[in-house]
């Protein structure tokens, strides 16, 4: 039986890339779709998939009057939270793609998502590249304990950190805390000079014209250097796959999972 799928965003640059895939997908039956700006118009038009007759709702609590399995959500920061914990409450599932949400508002997520007994997989890219950059750092920073990192995108990317590298930040915190000669509270200067500190990592962000979207963090030990980098093009067909896996297995745990490779394989590495 098909999955029955929403796509809140399904209009924007990752979401027409995801809606056409969906729909040439027989495991996935696209139910709903999501956009302000395409309110009222069929689904087909606004994404450039013909074969989509469905009429595009202006919110999520419309779309989901349908009977709909998983929520993908690719929205804006102020917006994804609502969405995800009105799809809970319906008993949806839900994939969020969507950047910007705090530690705090995942606390919420996962404990409402457990009362209901659904499961949310969030993952601020859901690019293969960007996730096996994710588990390389984290087996780095078991044995190096110093480390920053650096945030690029473009001047338009409102969100700073990026979801992805906030989410770096979250899982390297698990690992230890990184260490630092001088705190930015220690430093002679502008504290702010060191970038934030996220989650024990200092976090540097870059927001300028013409950057496409990129990470990376050094690690440090006397005489020695690593850097681990992730840049992404100017396609959105990367982040299509990893948010088409997410939507298979979020139905498999309850709960929020942070992280594509939570649901994923990796042969060789426990």
């Not at 996730?131 to 338009?156: G, K």
């Not at 870059?206 to 980098?229: C, K, N, Q, S, Y």
Request: glycine share 10%.
């Amino acid at each position: 039986m098909a999955i029955k799928v929403c796509v809140a965003g399904a209009t924007g640059w990752v979401g027409r890339a995801l809606v056409s895939a969906l729909a040439k997908d027989r495991t996935f039956q696209v139910v709903g779709a999501v956009s302000r700006t395409y309110k009222g118009k069929p689904l087909g038009e606004a994404a450039g998939v013909p074969v989509l007759d469905l009429i595009v709702s202006g919110s999520v609590d419309e779309a989901l009057h349908v009977n709909t399995d998983v929520l993908i959500d690719y929205t804006a920061p102020d917006a994804v939270k609502q969405h995800v914990l009105a799809a809970i409450q319906k008993g949806v599932h839900g994939v969020i793609g969507t950047s910007g949400l705090s530690d705090k508002d995942f606390a919420e997520i996962d404990e409402l998502a457990r009362e209901h007994r659904v499961g949310v997989l969030a993952a601020g890219n859901f690019a293969i590249s960007a996730v096996l950059l994710q588990r390389f750092a984290e087996m780095a920073a078991t044995f190096i304990p110093h480390w920053e990192i650096t945030d690029y995108a473009d001047a338009a990317k409102i969100d700073a950190p990026s979801g992805t590298v906030s989410e770096l930040a979250h899982r390297l915190s698990k690992i230890q805390k990184p260490s630092y000669r001088y705190t930015p509270n220690e430093i002679h200067g502008p504290k702010e000079s060191r970038g934030a500190t996220v989650n024990g990592t200092q976090v540097h962000c870059v927001r300028l014209p013409g950057h496409v979207f990129a990470f990376e963090i050094l690690f440090g030990l006397p005489g020695e250097r690593l850097t681990l980098r992730h840049e992404a093009g100017s396609s959105a067909d990367p982040y299509v796959q990893g948010t088409l896996l997410a939507a298979r297995k979020v139905s498999s745990f309850v709960g929020l999972k942070r992280g594509l490779d939570q649901v994923m394989d990796f042969p060789g590495l426990s």
